[in-house]
């Protein structure tokens, strides 16, 4: 698998913000990331589960050992490898955001946001994923899922319900990282 380093640069450049004291460990830090940053989420925060205080993910492969499974999933197979070969397995296990999650840790706030008919990445990933962080969690945080019942991977989804996901999505992280909002006059 080639993509195993993203995760540990987005940990280092993490740490390298509270090195450089462009914010704290206890200062708010959170992410929100599209697409296909949403396995890289999903590892950086099984990984490292203490960098960030919020995480917003959109559609993201949270199991990789699956993916591959799916109907869109051979596709993926270029990129993240295979479980049929075991040295890739291997790889794939060792990365997988949903195998990585272990009981009695303190996650940070989580929001995945996912589409019913989403036939790039399978929705089941943010579900059995929200499910495994909820069971595992022993922070106080939320962890949650915001599934919109009429979209897919983005495309195709209505603009009024697009906005209504970011809004949610920004309200989750104002709200985790307690950054106070003003609504200014037009």
Do not use: W
Not at 13 to 27: E, S, Y
Not at 39 to 67: F, W
């Amino acid at each position: 698998m080639k993509t195993k380093h993203t995760p540990i640069t987005v940990i280092i450049a993490g740490v390298m913000t509270f090195a450089l004291k462009i914010t704290t460990l206890a200062g708010p830090f959170g992410s929100v990331i599209p697409g296909g940053g949403g396995l890289l989420m999903g590892a950086t925060l099984t990984q490292q589960p203490g960098l960030l205080c919020a995480v917003v993910s959109h559609v993201g492969i949270y199991d990789s050992l699956r993916t591959e499974l799916e109907p869109n999933g051979e596709f993926n197979i270029t990129e993240f490898g295979t479980v049929k070969d075991p040295q890739q397995f291997k790889a794939l296990h060792a990365y997988s955001p949903y195998h990585r999650v272990v009981d009695g840790t303190r996650y940070p706030a989580v929001l995945l946001l996912t589409g019913d008919h989403d036939g790039r990445v399978n929705p089941f990933h943010s579900r059995k994923m929200v499910a495994r962080l909820q069971a595992a969690n022993r922070s106080k945080y939320p962890i949650l899922l915001r599934t919109i019942a009429a979209a897919g991977h983005g495309m195709g989804t209505a603009l009024d319900e697009r906005v209504a996901e970011e809004a949610d999505a920004f309200a989750f992280l104002f709200d985790q990282l307690g950054i106070k909002y003003k609504a200014t006059s037009k």
